[in-house]
């Protein structure tokens, strides 16, 4: 898995826009009778159902090219019409793929993700795509040109970086947001052939704006960005993340009937991977706020937390970003932690 850039101001960029370019073959796996996964390097998990009456699929990956990926990889597996595509949240790696899926396919989403797109989204992808990454590759081009030996381990490192960010700048030019057909504010359902669907809105969570996505006939649900399967969750302030609410949605989810978890990103999991998510943000809440209650301010509560405490890997530079986030909702909350 190779990161397209390296420098860190572009990190939030990653989560609006994906940017990694990893495995061209990303597989499927069926893990109830007719409802698969795709394991998505290239955006946040997908899962799709097969129904007689046509096929329910959920998130888009992150960029035009992936989309058709996954749609290519839908008909390898049945030749029913796509339906209905459901987006879990309006972050880049699960929606830019939508270009890649036919036109007439009916989008469900949560009633805020259009307007989150317009506000958090359209203009740093258009600046992205007509300032950024050109800049980016000129700057490549730049320095390969300056190298006298074009035969140097460096120089090779730098050419296959400027191919895949090539590649990529062909690909994000194509990126078509368009609006969701089917909005709703707290629950939506529906039936296709003999499947039943519930989508619900929890309230804020990673962003304001995710949905829950429950498989009822196969106690499955795809949890999108609530949880981040072993790596440090994205917590984005701006973006509405409401770190108490997400631990509350996780927990209550406990007391279903559930099986088998999708999560946005890492591995499908068991139930258990709610708790674990859920446990992560307990611990780290509890860390923060003793510290705070001894008169740490933000920069010291940082440095007092232990990224080896967590055995998680992946997203590491959100550490500090989730500390602050809990330490910023301490202070503007009177939530006690360890009430949960
Ligand atoms: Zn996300």
Known sequence: MKLLFTFSTLFLLNI?????????????????????????????????????????????????????????????????????????????????????????????????????????????????????????????????????????????????????????YDDVQNIKFREPDITFDDFYRFRISDERIMLEYTGPGHTNDNILVKFSNHNVIHIGDLVFNKSFPYTIEEHGVDIYNWVKTLDDLKKENIFTVIPGHGEVGPKIILQEQSEYFKSLAQKVERLKKQGLNLDQIIAKCDIKDYDLIGNEEQFPENIKVIYNQLTTSKVEWWEF
Request: glycine share 8%; net charge negative.
């Open 16 to 168: 609006l826009f994906i940017q990694i370019k990893a495995q061209e073959n990303p597989d499927y796996i069926e893990i109830s009778e007719n409802l698969y996964v795709i394991s998505n390097t290239n955006g946040g998990n997908v899962a799709f159902l097969v129904t007689k009456k046509g096929i329910v699929v959920v998130d888009a990956g992150g960029t035009p090219e992936n989309g058709e990926r996954i749609v290519s990889i839908i008909k390898s597996v049945s030749d029913k019409p796509i339906k209905y595509l459901i987006l879990t949240h309006f972050h880049g790696d699960h929606i830019n793929g939508i270009s890649g899926f036919p036109d007439n396919v009916k989008i469900i989403a949560h009633e805020d993700l259009a307007e989150n797109y317009m506000q958090f989204s359209r203009d740093k992808l258009n600046n992205y795509i007509s300032n950024v990454l050109p800049g980016y590759l000129v700057n490549l081009k730049l320095q390969m040109g300056s190298m006298k030996n074009k035969e140097s381990e460096e120089y090779l490192e730098l050419k296959k970086d400027y191919e895949i960010n090539q590649d990529y």
